[in-house]
T-cell receptor, first 110, second 113 residues
Framework: QKEVEQNSGPLSVPEGAIASLNCTYS??????FFWYRQYSGKSPELIMS????GDKEDGRFTAQLNKASQYVSLLIRDSQPSDSATYLC??????????FGTGTRLQVFP | DAMVIQNPRYQVTQFGKPVTLSCSQT?????MYWYQQKSSQAPKLLFH???????NEADTPDNFQSRRPNTSFCFLDIRSPGLGDAAMYLC????????????FGDGTRLSIL
C-alpha cells in the first residue's frame, strides 16, 4: 500500500525561527513531490514542488528531497504567525494521482 | 485569473436528500478530481476524469456519482447523503503528467441535518 507519513504535530516555533516539516513515503518509483498549505476551513494551496534530489528554494521556503531515503522536507525560514497552518505532503507515484499525508499542524507564536 | 471555482461554498441538506456540488475551471486542464476531506484527515480521492474518461476509486461508495459534461465543468452527486458524508468536498485540476501539481478550488462544506 502506497503511504505518505507525516508527524501530525502540532509543531510550535517562535516567530522568526526556522520550521522544519518532514515527510516519508513508501513508493520508491515516486517522481514528484509537493507541499500544500491548508489554513483551517480552507482548501490546500500549492506552495512548493520538487522533482530532483537536493534542495529547492523559493523565498522563505526550501524543499529538500532525498529519494534514496524516501524523505522530503520543507523548511520555512523567518517563520511568521501567518504561516500557522497545516502543511500537507503529497507524492505522485502514478500518472495522475496524488497520495497525501495527513498533514503537520504548524503553530508560530509571537 | 485562471482558477478553479466551486459552488456553493456551504451546502446544507437533509439526510437522504440528493445534493449536487459543482466545479468549474478556466485553466483548461484535462484532469479533474473530486476529494472528500474530513477534519484532521488527508484529502481522500473519490474519482477523477481524464478528459471524459471516468476513473472511480475502488473504495468510493456507490452513493457518490459524478458527471463531466465538458472540459470546464464537473459535478459531484450524492444520491442519498448520510451523516457520515458531512465533510469538505474539494475539486482539483491538473494537466496530464506525473510531474504536474493539482490546483484546488475553495471547496464546498457539506452539512447533513
Amino acid at each position: 500500500q502506497k503511504e505518505v507519513e507525516q508527524n501530525s504535530g502540532p509543531l510550535s516555533v517562535p516567530e522568526g525561527a526556522i520550521a522544519s516539516l518532514n515527510c516519508t513515503y513508501s513508493d520508491r518509483v515516486s517522481q514528484s513531490f509537493f507541499w500544500y498549505r491548508q489554513y483551517s476551513g480552507k482548501s490546500p494551496e500549492l506552495i512548493m514542488s520538487i522533482y530532483s534530489n537536493g534542495d529547492k528554494e523559493d523565498g522563505r521556503f526550501t524543499a529538500q528531497l532525498n529519494k534514496a531515503s524516501q524523505y522530503v522536507s520543507l523548511l520555512i525560514r523567518d517563520s511568521q504567525p501567518s504561516d500557522s497552518a497545516t502543511y500537507l505532503c503529497a507524492v505522485n507515484p502514478d500518472t495522475d494521482k496524488l497520495i497525501f499525508g495527513t498533514g503537520t499542524r504548524l503553530q508560530v507564536f509571537p | 485569473d485562471a482558477m478553479v471555482i466551486q459552488n456553493p461554498r456551504y451546502q446544507v441538506t437533509q439526510f437522504g436528500k440528493p445534493v449536487t456540488l459543482s466545479c468549474s475551471q478556466t485553466l483548461n486542464h484535462n484532469v479533474m478530481y473530486w476529494y472528500q476531506q474530513k477534519s484532521s484527515q488527508a484529502p481522500k480521492l473519490l474519482f477523477h476524469y481524464y478528459d471524459k474518461d471516468f476513473n472511480n476509486e475502488a473504495d468510493t461508495p456507490d452513493n457518490f456519482q459524478s458527471r463531466r459534461p465538458n472540459t470546464s465543468f464537473c459535478f459531484l452527486d450524492i444520491r442519498s447523503p448520510g451523516l457520515g458524508d458531512a465533510a469538505m468536498y474539494l475539486c482539483a485540476t491538473s494537466t496530464v503528467g506525473q510531474l504536474q501539481p493539482q490546483h484546488f478550488g475553495d471547496g464546498t462544506r457539506l452539512s447533513i441535518l
